[in-house]
């Protein structure tokens, strides 16, 4: 079964500091995986999107990482800062149909 | 336009009532995808249209769920017989080309309807 799954379901950290969110899928076959992060009450904004040969890719702050062997991926963000309040959202899209496949998120509360 | 449109923003409806939500997607953008999202959850795969054809419905729930996409643009989700089980954020993406590709999907604002 297609499945993908986040950790933590929740994280508080402070203000300046740094963060690792954890994310690990069951989709086969692979096409490619993508990060969103999603305010309250907003739509959900592409981060990231790595294919099965990328091994990391950033965006500004964020870097996400991606292991295709042990169907692993990460999501570091460097510096945190207020704004980066959000749940944040990994998504699989398997190769053999249009379906993307969602996990749940990682609620992050960044405190001042 | 700028950005994925979605009306109404917010919605509030009686139990058996019939509801329309309208998307506005980024325009040159062939792929349009709605989800629903509740409280908590990710959002769940309604349907995909490539062009005015929906390629995917198999996410809709049950035939109270329609949507339709006539000129290849805005398209239109449409719930008949809202039931309270119903209520959530409707959200609305678009894509440029094929799905199946690294094509980044931009999701509007969503439409949050409550059923009373």
């Known amino acids: 079964k297609n499945q993908v799954e986040q950790s933590p379901q929740s994280l508080i950290i402070l203000e300046g500091k740094n963060c690792t969110l954890q994310?690990?899928?069951?989709?086969?076959?692979?096409?490619?995986l993508r990060w969103y992060k999603q305010d309250t009450g907003r739509g959900p904004v592409s981060l990231t999107i790595?294919?099965?040969s990328e091994n990391t890719k950033s965006n500004g702050r964020y870097t996400a990482t991606l292991d295709a062997d042990t169907k692993q991926s990460s999501l570091h963000i460097t510096a945190s800062q207020l704004s980066d309040s959000a749940s944040y959202i990994c998504v699989v899209h398997a190769g053999n149909n249009r379906k993307l496949i969602w996990g749940l998120g990682t609620s992050l509360a960044v405190n001042p | 336009g700028a950005g994925v449109s979605q009306t109404p923003s917010n919605k509030v409806t009686e139990k058996g009532k019939y509801v329309e939500l309208r998307c506005d997607p980024i325009s040159g953008h062939t792929a349009l995808y709605w989800y629903r999202q509740s409280l908590g959850q990710g959002p769940e795969f309604l349907i995909y249209?490539?062009?005015?054809?929906?390629?995917?419905d198999s996410g809709l729930p049950n035939d109270r769920f329609f949507a339709v996409r006539p000129e290849g643009s805005v398209s239109t989700l449409k719930i008949q017989r809202t039931e309270r089980g119903d209520s959530a954020v409707y959200l609305c993406a678009s894509s440029p080309g094929v799905a199946g590709s690294t094509g980044e999907l931009f999701f509007g604002e969503g439409s949050r309807l409550t059923v009373l």
């Open positions: 249209f490539q062009g005015t054809g929906a390629a995917d």
């Open positions: 790595m294919t099965f």
């Open positions: 994310c690990n899928y069951t989709v086969s076959p692979f096409s490619n």
